[in-house]
Each structure stands twice: as C-alpha cells, then as structure tokens.
C-alpha cells in the first residue's frame, strides 16, 4: 500500500542527502533513481562532495514528503550509503512582510540549480538562546532591523551567489538550512565570510556542519567519484 501524499500548505519540502559509494553501488541504478524522482515532479540537485565528510550528495525539492522519502529509499537501494541528512521546508521570512509577490515566489518555489553557479554549499543553523545572546527575547523590530542589515550584507553577491534559506524548526536538529550556489568557490568563501560580522549572525547564530561540492549531472557526480556504469 502507497502512503497518500503529505504536502504542505504552502511551500515545498526539501531533503538534502550524503552519501558514501559502497561495494554494492549500482551506477545505472543510482541514475534511474534520480531519473525516476524527477519523473514524480522532484527537483533534483545532484553534486560531488568535497572532503571527507560524503563522496556525493542531492538536494530533493518537491511538493510531496511521501516521494520525497520514496527517492531517498531508492538511491539507497542503489547502493548508496547515506551518512547525514536534512529536512526543511522552503519559507517567506516573517521579516519579509510587503515584498512583491513575485520576488516571494522563488523562495517557495524555487528552480534549482541555477545556470553557471556549480559551486555548491550547504549548512543548517540555529538562532541562540544563551543569556543576553538570546534572539528570542529581542523585540519584532529589534530582529527586523538586525535582518535587514543581514540582507543588505548578502545583496551584494546578487548575481554571484543564490541562496535559498529553509526552514526546519521541528522537523530536523537545527531551525533553518542553508543552501548556496555560487559561480566560484571563493564566492560562497566571501559571502559567508562578509555575512558573518553582521550582529545578526555574530552574536546570534549558531551554525552546524558545512557541506562543499561542485554540482553536476547525475552521471558526471558518478564519474567524478569513480563509479561508472
């Protein structure tokens, strides 16, 4: 029996996934699960992990939980071995009140990945709650004014950089996933390094692990790994 669909009332769902190559990994196989997700209207985001942390990954967007965890159970029956994952769900930012509905668009629906930008990074943060350092006991203006000043930062790697920002408060570890497209890797180093003296992320972000890769069609991420059909 099929699970009926879950799906958000606004928004899609997005499952980031990393994996290692095992002795069983099926090239073909790995393909046709990814091919078989965009079959069922999934995005997917295929990209070579660099370090030690995964060999490759895939970012899963969609309307639907249920086919989101059917592609994730198939790329792991193709021999995958999944080491660390992420689930959120893509958001408007309560600080984004009276923004024109379509510049909103592209954060709830957004179309991935974008066009010459094969730089890949992903990492999920938290706001912290620790003593004065508490984003939770500052005002709704107090927050807009210091998110405002935090966006400004990043518009200016518009063109060299796109971020999606999701939320997972509830459904994963940490309350947002970020994802970052650049078209070099020293501008996602820029870009994340010029973000981080604003007050918004210097005294009240908290960050997990940061994941790197060069994003790629499915067969060439394999191939790039040394798996090949």
């Known amino acids: 029996m099929t699970l009926e669909p879950l799906v958000p009332q606004e928004g899609w ?11 069983r990994c099926d090239a073909e196989a790995v393909a046709c699960a990814a091919k078989a997700a965009e079959e069922v209207d999934l995005q997917v985001v295929s990209f070579a992990v660099l370090g030690h942390k995964a060999d490759l990954g895939f970012m899963l967007l969609g ?13 792991s029956m193709a ?4 080491l660390n994952s992420y689930l959120s769900l893509t958001e408007v930012s309560e600080y984004a009140h009276g923004t024109p509905a379509q510049r909103l668009a592209p954060r709830l ?12 990074c992903f990492y999920p943060m938290s706001k912290r709650r620790d003593g004065d350092d508490n984003w939770y006991r500052l005002d709704y203006e107090s927050r807009l004014a210091l998110m405002r000043e ?21 459904l994963d570890d940490f309350e947002w996933g970020v994802t970052l497209f650049a078209t070099t890797p020293d501008d996602l180093k820029q870009c994340v390094h010029s973000m981080r003296f604003d007050e918004a992320s210097a005294r009240y972000a908290d ?13 060439d991420v394999l191939s790039t790994c040394g798996l090949r059909s």
């Open 150 to 170: 935090h966006g400004a930062s990043g518009r200016r790697f518009a063109g060299r950089v796109l971020q999606l920002v999701t939320g997972s408060t509830g």
């Open 63 to 75: 309307p639907d939980l249920v086919a989101l965890k059917q592609a994730q159970s198939a790329l």
């Open 109 to 120: 629906y957004p179309k991935l990945p974008p066009a010459g930008k094969r730089a890949f």
């Open 79 to 82: 021999g995958l071995e999944l």
């Open 207 to 219: 960050f997990g692990p940061f994941y790197s890769g060069i994003v790629a069609p499915v067969a």
């Open 13 to 23: 769902g997005v499952l980031h996934l990393f994996y290692k190559l095992s002795s």
